[in-house]
């Protein structure tokens, strides 16, 4: 059975830093791209940033470039560093294990989803 664990969200004030750790079990991904994407409350999920299989090309949203960067070390973990972090940056951020080797922001495409972890920032 597929897992993946978050770790690593809680509160920060703005302009400081978090690191998110998603661990994922049940199966090797080394053929597959993992994503984050987060949802704040009343809004839809929404990309952050993806990263290839072989964690040689990533993809981030504009809203969160220069700011946070996506990595990892092997085939199931992924981490997301975040810096300079904005009140408008809450909410709940999920990683994702996707169905193809590329990075992509379409949600259809990735198959298995974590439980979500809490970024909170305050002003």
């Known amino acids: 059975q597929v897992q993946l664990a978050e770790s690593g969200g809680g509160l920060v004030q703005a302009g400081g830093s978090l690191r998110l750790s998603c661990a994922a079990s049940g199966r090797t991904f080394s053929r597959n791209a993992m994503g984050w994407f987060r949802q704040a409350p009343g809004k839809e999920r929404e990309f952050v940033a993806a990263?290839?299989?072989?964690?040689?090309?990533t993809y981030s949203a504009d809203s969160v470039k220069g700011r946070f960067t996506i990595s990892r070390d092997n085939a199931n973990t992924v981490y997301l560093q975040m810096n300079s972090l904005k009140p408008e940056d809450t909410a709940v951020y999920y990683c994702?294990?996707?169905?193809?080797?590329?990075?992509?922001?379409?949600?259809?495409?990735?198959?298995?989803w974590g439980q979500g972890t809490q970024v909170t920032v305050s002003s």
């Open positions: 990263i290839s299989a072989s964690g040689g090309s």
């Open positions: 994702a294990v996707s169905s193809e080797p590329y990075t992509s922001r379409e949600v259809r495409l990735y198959d298995y």
